[in-house]
């Protein structure tokens, strides 16, 4: 079946360690989206990739890159966790336009 | 103003009953509109998509659209204990220079109570 793959599940760091998370789909979608939810709140996308081109958020800090080096796989980095960024980040495509397909998510610990 | 707006809830709804959600949008040239799933610790899931006015009926799912209104409802036919999640409008514009973007709404969360 084509989907949306994320990995890890659930990524434990601790304050201030490097972490990546990655996101793969075979639904051959050219747009790809990373979103940070907290608890009982809506999702916040924090950047998404038209095929090649980048766009970030306009508060999306500085803290959070991302990466897509094909069409199937994008990759979060955060660079120095802190303990607010610790929520569930999820990965979504689309076609240009269309519905967006959400992964499971990865759920973020920071210690 | 918010520019998607929810009820927050809980809406609470008897194990048979019909549950109905509504969402309220401000920018006037969204074009597309999505229903979203979320159980507790997961992923929204899509449930409805609707692109022009009127009604949208998949199974126990019926989405209506109302431009002029600027709203969009969901509902929800026989609802089951298994219905009981957050439920999260989102609303795509298009004609912005990012159009892929999606705005949601806080979500409302329902209740089914056997």
């Known amino acids: 079946d084509a989907m949306v793959i994320q990995n890890p599940r659930y990524q434990v760091t601790q304050f201030g360690k490097p972490v990546t998370l990655s996101c793969s789909q075979t639904?051959?979608?050219?747009?790809m989206y990373w979103y940070q939810q907290k608890s009982s709140q809506a999702p916040k996308l924090l950047f998404h990739?038209?095929?090649?081109?980048?766009?970030n958020e306009a508060d999306t800090p500085d803290n959070f890159q991302s990466r897509r080096p094909n069409t199937s796989f994008c990759f979060l980095d955060i660079r120095s966790p802190g303990l607010g960024d610790a929520a569930m980040y999820l990965c979504a495509t689309s076609q240009q336009g269309r519905e967006q397909f959400f992964g499971p998510g990865t759920r973020l610990t920071v210690l | 103003q918010k520019e998607v707006e929810q009820n927050s809830g809980p809406l609470s709804v008897p194990e048979g009953a019909i549950a109905s959600l509504n969402c309220t949008y401000s920018d006037r040239v969204s074009q597309s509109f999505f229903w979203y799933r979320q159980y507790s610790g997961k992923s929204p899931e899509l449930i409805m998509s609707i692109y022009s006015n009127g009604d949208k009926e998949d199974g126990r799912f019926t989405a209506q659209l109302n431009k002029a209104s600027q709203y969009v409802s969901l509902l929800i036919r026989d609802s089951q204990p298994s219905d009981s999640a957050t439920y999260l409008c989102?609303?795509?514009?298009?004609?912005?220079?990012?159009?892929?973007?999606?705005?949601f709404g806080g979500g409302t969360r329902v209740l089914v109570k056997p």
């Open positions: 989102a609303v795509n514009n298009l004609i912005k220079a990012a159009g892929n973007k999606l705005t």
């Open positions: 639904l051959n979608h050219n747009v």
């Open positions: 990739y038209y095929d090649k081109d980048f766009n």
